[in-house]
């Protein structure tokens, strides 16, 4: 018993490199950008004459008719709000200050879209900010080295427990999404795919794809999603399987957003990160930035 407690403990809470967090800080904030741009091009359907509408309502007070149907200029400006908190991200600097804002704005983000439903990849979005809240993402490559130490090439320690927690959010992701489409009748064949190329999601390859594959191909496409889909939550943890699950998730995500313009999914392919040894991604980057990263942590000897 003593020993099962100090694998869990080990593996929640060890000491470990900080780079595998702070690259994978970097790399969310830019898909972030990407992301909150594609919403910016449309910024006119956030107001009045977009056609957004609220509850009748005799009399709304100013400061809710502000915030709840935006003026052009109010919306550009929480698009603002959003970059700015972005670039601090991507820096490193007042890193928990702005995944907290970032946080807020996208919460109202939502108040904007009429309550929309929260789909999966945007709440992975909220939690992955939210564990950016954890120390440990600023730790390396970042401003708050740079005035801490003089340096964005140091770095201090930190504790395994935000790569878990990214680690089994994944996890979840995949299992509930496999499993899911078990019991769905809908994914008894390859007609769900059929239908989902040629949706108002399709792309041009995806109706083509639907025009010109014939039906059994179409299953076995169907077929091996479910196998990925069920085998991911597994394969991500086991070494050995790790680099057929990096293989095979990164193709599953390219031919979703090939096929149906859902490239919002994509995100989850270089999350991947967070199931590789810290120490591992270390050495690597090492080795890529020419010896510049310190063998050891900042004010150590």
């Known amino acids: 018993m003593m020993q099962i407690s100090d694998r869990i403990r080990h593996f929640f809470y060890a000491t470990v490199h900080p780079h595998t967090f702070a690259v994978l800080r970097i790399g969310f904030a830019l898909f972030l950008m990407l992301y909150w ?15 957004i509408t609220l509850p009748a309502v005799v009399d709304y007070p100013l400061w809710l008719d502000v915030i709840l149907r935006p003026s052009l200029g109010v919306a550009h400006g929480f698009f ?3 970059f700015v908190a972005l670039v601090f991200l991507l820096l490193g600097s007042y890193t928990r200050t702005a995944a907290v804002v970032l946080l807020l704005l996208s919460a109202h983000y939502h ?17 992955t900010l939210a564990v950016m809240l954890l120390p440990g993402a600023d730790r390396a490559f970042s401003l708050a080295m740079l005035r801490r130490h003089g340096s964005v090439w140091e770095w201090e320690p930190m504790s395994v427990l935000p790569l878990r927690f990214l680690g089994l959010q994944l996890t979840a992701t995949y299992l509930g999404v496999g499993w899911q489409k078990l019991i769905l009748p809908g994914w ?14 399709g792309t041009e390859f995806g109706f083509f794809l639907a025009r010109t594959m014939p039906s059994v191909l179409l299953d076995w496409m169907m077929r091996t999603t479910l196998v990925i889909e069920l085998a991911m939550p597994f ?18 995500h390219t031919m979703v957003t090939l096929t149906m313009s859902i490239w919002w999914f994509q995100i989850m392919v270089p999350m991947y990160v967070v199931f590789l040894d810290p120490a591992v991604v270390f050495a690597r980057l090492r080795i890529w930035s020419g010896n510049r990263i310190p063998l050891r942590p900042a004010g150590t000897e």
């Open 37 to 51: 741009y594609a919403q910016w091009r449309e910024v006119t359907r956030l107001t009045p004459a977009g056609g």
């Open 80 to 82: 603002v709000l959003i």
């Open 111 to 127: 108040v904007w879209n009429q309550w929309m439903f929260a789909t999966s990849y945007y709440r992975l979005f909220q939690f």
């Open 188 to 201: 008894t064949s390859g007609e769900i795919l059929f239908r989902s190329f040629t949706s108002r999601w």
């Open 235 to 252: 394969a991500l943890w086991i070494r050995r399987l790790q680099v057929f699950a990096f293989l095979g998730g990164f193709v599953f």
